[in-house]
Each structure stands twice: as C-alpha cells, then as structure tokens.
C-alpha cells in the first residue's frame, strides 16, 4: 500500500526531532558519551519515589480528577506564590498535565486559530515551531544573538508583531542557550505586549535552575497573570523526568478550554507521578528544598567547567545562566554545527546536538548538555580538544 496519500499532510512536512536524531545514533555507538538529551543525571530524590510507591501500596491506582490531585493543585499554588511570588487559586487556575509538554500543546491548541502567529525566539525549543504549526498556527522566530546573551530585546520584539499575531512564547531559562531574563529586561517588553494585546506562553520548566539571582516569572510582573499561560514541571528541577507530571496556571477562561481538551485526549495524568509530585513539593518545602539546591549547585560547577573549556577551546560560549546547557560556536573551524557533531561523533564518540535543530539562527552552533557526571564531561573535553587538533591538521 502507498501510505503518502494516507498519512496527514502537515505531519509529513515536519522534520523529526534533532535532539533524538543525534541521540539515537549514540546509542548505538559503544562507550559514546552523550551530551545531547537534557535529562538530570541524578536519579529522583529517595524521598518522592517512596511516595509514590506508598500511593501504590495504599491503592491509589484510579483516576483522579481531569484537573488533577486537589491536593497536588493547592501544593503547586503555594509552591508558585512562595518561590515566584505568582498566585494562582488551585481550584479554577491550575491543572496537572502530562509533563510540561502536554501543557505547551494544549496551551497552543486552546487560543490559536489557523492563521495565526506565535512569535518565538530563535534559537529556542526544537518542540514550539512543530506544535504551532499542527494545530494551524504560523510559527514567527525572533532572532536572539550571542553578543546579547541570546535575550529578547523589545526592538525585535516589536519589529516582529504583525496583525496576525496572537500570542508569544517566552522560555526563559532557555533551551538550547541557557539565556535567562532579568525582572528589568522582561519589564520592558510589558508595554508591547500589552499594546498588542497578546497573550504569553510562559515555559518556565528550568526555574530552579537558574544561577545568576532569582528567577523572575513574567507571570508576576504588573498585569501579566491575566494574559499568561504558566508552564512548568517537576522533569528537571525535581529529577522526575520519567514521572510525566507537569502544570498550567492561567485564567479560569482558559483553563476550562485547556481541560476540555484534556478530558478527550488523556482524562489525568498519572496517578502515581502525582502523589510523588506532591510529596516533592510539601517534603522539599519542609527541608527548604535542600535537595533541589544541592542539584543546582552541582550542575553549577559543571556549567563554570564546560563555558571554560569551550571558551579556553576557541569555541566561544556565553555565559548561560540557567538551564543546564552550553551552546558554543564553532564558526572558528569553518563547520556548521550539523558537520560538526556528526564528524565529532563519529570521530569521538562524543554526542552534542546540532544548533540548526533549534532554528537557523542555530546553525553555527552545537548544544552540549551538561547535566551527566563531571568524568564524563571532562572526558568529553578532551575529546573535543583532540577533535579540534586534528581538524587543523587537515
């Protein structure tokens, strides 16, 4: 049977994920280091999976609400307003997803029409551009660059809207650059945002995982909540990737859109992972979240590490202050970046992703994540460092 007149057209046209191209080929390579897949390396603190494996014990094995654990909800709404100083009421403006990737499609699938852009900035996530075109959207990049941190300016901001344009899609800590944005650097994109009345996608999944002060939700800034799709999970600060949990804080208008969509496609997230999440938070507030810290600081040192060595390499790197990836340049060895981690893995045995995967202002870029152990990326280093000295040898 000839499947190309069976298959959805639009799901034809989309690219495959580059992240898991490369990871794929890693896999299959023996005693490959991988930077490529953003994961914690840590396994999922002691204390949330003996929750979840009590919740198993006690039955909890059914169903919960479509909107999620009640109790999970208040957890998240205390949790937010504590750490974030964003209030959202557990009861209308917050329900449980699986993992924050579920929210960011059903957070697209809820406002957007067919026709309408999303702006997004690139380089950005590899999922925002797929998702907005599935659901009939028009994805719109902002170009972001290395002199500036990779940040969104309110010059590109505005030279970017359109009459088309519904909404925008913020990531900050970033994927792939780890750029953060500062309180005053989100104020000043407010008043555009505000003056074309467009709503905002909030992915804040690497909160936690910021290094350079404290993370600022644009959520929390002066009228924002009322236009703010929040975002987030517990994959990457919590180490609970596996556990598919994830969040949305909006407005009661629409969230009632988003958990329709919910009840038809998935009913409620897993029980299990919910319980767990709770105990994550209610038993992290307790210890002032210590475990989360100690995360935190250790991929620290790693990102201080990794920036040197890319910079001490000649493959410059920004400072990337949150996240837990480096995104360095190799147009000093006339690659792009596509050439260069397939040449590298091969050659190496070290997996980076290719910068294109993220957008085209990617191109000249690789990502290297850097959340696996220290042997390993200093291993990885010393690959690259033999990679680059052949490559002059050529």
């Not at 920004?318 to 590298?344: I, M, Q």
């Not at 690959?383 to 052949?390: N, P, Q």
Request: charged share 25%; net charge neutral; glycine share 6%.
């Amino acid at each position: 049977m000839n499947y190309e007149n069976k298959i959805n057209k639009t799901v034809q046209n989309i690219p495959p994920s580059g992240i898991r191209k490369f990871f794929d080929i890693a896999s299959t390579i023996k005693d490959a280091i991988s930077l490529g897949v953003g994961e914690p390396d840590f396994i999922t603190p002691d204390y949330i999976r003996e929750a979840g494996i009590k919740s198993i014990k006690e039955g909890k094995t059914a169903y919960t609400s479509n909107q999620g654990e009640y109790a999970l909800r208040v957890a998240i709404s205390d949790y937010l307003e504590t750490r974030f100083e964003v209030s959202y009421r557990p009861d209308t403006e917050i329900f449980i997803t699986v993992g924050a990737s579920e929210a960011i499609d059903l957070s697209l699938r809820a406002i957007i029409n067919p026709g309408e852009e999303v702006l997004l900035t690139d380089p950005g996530y590899v999922s925002y551009a797929p998702n907005i075109t599935l659901v009939g959207g028009v994805p719109k990049p902002i170009k972001t660059i290395f002199e500036n941190n990779f940040k969104l300016t309110p010059e590109a901001l505005e030279k970017a809207i359109t009459k088309k344009t519904k909404a925008i899609i913020l990531s900050y800590p970033c994927n792939p650059t780890g750029a953060i944005m500062t309180k005053s650097e989100l104020q000043v994109l407010i008043p555009i945002i505000k003056k074309h009345d467009l709503l905002v996608i909030a992915d804040e999944i690497y909160a936690e995982l910021t290094y350079s002060g404290i993370h600022t939700s644009v959520a929390s800034l002066e009228d924002m909540k009322n236009r703010t799709i929040y975002i987030s999970g517990f994959s990457k600060a919590f180490a609970m990737t596996g556990w598919r949990i994830g969040y949305v804080g909006a407005p009661k208008e629409i969230m009632d859109a988003m958990v329709k969509m919910h009840q038809y496609t998935i009913m409620s997230a897993p029980t299990v992972g919910q319980y767990a999440a709770i105990a994550a938070l209610e038993e992290g507030k307790k210890e002032e979240f210590i475990t989360v810290k100690k995360m935190r600081d250790s991929y620290n040192e790693r990102r201080v590490f990794v920036i040197d060595s890319f910079n001490r390499l000649g493959l410059t790197c920004n400072s990337a202050e949150g996240a837990f990836y480096a995104f360095p340049s190799v147009k000093s060895t006339d690659l792009t970046g596509d050439n260069f981690a397939e040449r590298l893995l091969l050659t190496q045995k070290v997996a980076v992703v290719p910068g294109s995967g993220f957008g085209a202002e990617g191109l000249n870029y690789i990502r290297a994540c850097y959340a696996t152990s220290m042997q390993n990326l200093k291993t990885a280093v010393q690959k690259v460092e033999s990679f680059l000295y052949d490559l002059k040898r050529l």
